[in-house]
């Protein structure tokens, strides 16, 4: 794992973050209909999650997001697995990033530096029910550390670089996260989340409020959004660059919207591509930059060869 700073200077001078996972197992063959979401290929293919990762890193990614977003002991528990059984399975996520980053820089040496960031998703996420993009859910902070505890020691254990605390809708899980983070004071972390709107989490939180509280935590080396639709990320971007000095992280979904109920994606008109938005959001702040849902690798090289 690198130094907090060395990953610091990284992140300040810029970073092509790779794109969807779950969409990109599901369009080679993965049925993802499921609570576990990408986290059950850890189980079923994980070949295919370490295929991925290496597609991304040859397009261009310089940085890989661990399969763990909805992997928890909670969630596998559900699976019939023991808890033993389950942080086998987030260690495994970080490996297959790791393998897929050694492999590519055996053909590229030229391409390093390259991170891998561990997906820390919401308690939302474990919910499967919709709510990282609503954040209507309360736990007391010692229940919220708790569950995530495991999987973040999991993934530092491991040797993730950097953890992607990631789709956050709520400012009650994001103070949670932080004082969870003190347990790890080597791990740097990134903080993305959803929004209700430009200027309030999607909790009703104003973003003033969350960004003046994350700004002053050395460990969150930048702050940002994800799976946000593509013509909302100017706007948002612009807010937190008035509020914070801290690098930038966007990683929107393809512009389609997502329907909880049917777990469904339904195309927009718009024919907007994240490269068309690239010198925008770097204009505003962003320097970690990548795609979420329903985005591919030939998404994430067009970013990649205007970056170079």
Known sequence: MLSIDAVKQQVAAGLVLDGAMATELEARGCDLSDALWSAKVLIENPELIYQVHYDYFKAGAQVAITASYQAT??????????????????????????????????????????????????????????????????????E?????????????????????????????????????????????????????????????????????????????????????????????????????????VVYPNSGEQYDAVSKSWHSDASTCTLADNLAEWQAAGARLIGGCCRTTPADIKAIAQRCR
């Not at 033993?84 to 530096?113: C, H, M």
Request: hydrophobic content about 55%.
């Open 73 to 142: 002991p909670q969630g596998f528990a559900q699976r019939g697995l023991d808890e033993t059984a389950a942080l086998a399975l987030i260690a495994r996520s970080v490996a297959l990033a790791v393998k897929a980053r050694e492999d590519y820089l055996a053909a590229a040496p030229q391409a390093g530096p390259l991170l891998v960031a561990g997906s820390v998703g919401p308690y939302g996420a474990f919910l499967a029910d919709g709510s990282e993009y609503r954040g209507d859910y309360a736990l007391p902070q010692a």
């Open 144 to 248: 919220m550390m708790a569950f995530h505890r495991p999987r973040v020691r999991a993934l530092v254990a491991a040797g993730a670089d950097i953890l992607a605390c990631e789709t956050l809708p709520s400012f009650a899980e994001i103070k949670a996260l932080v004082a969870l983070l003190a347990e790890f004071p080597a791990t740097p972390a990134w903080f993305s989340f959803t929004l209700r709107d430009s200027e309030h989490l999607s909790d009703g939180t104003p973003l003033a409020e969350v960004i003046a509280f994350l700004d002053a935590q050395p460990q969150a080396v930048a702050l940002g959004i994800n799976c946000i639709a593509l013509d909302k990320v100017t706007a948002a971007l612009k807010v937190f660059s008035a509020l914070s000095a801290k690098p930038l």
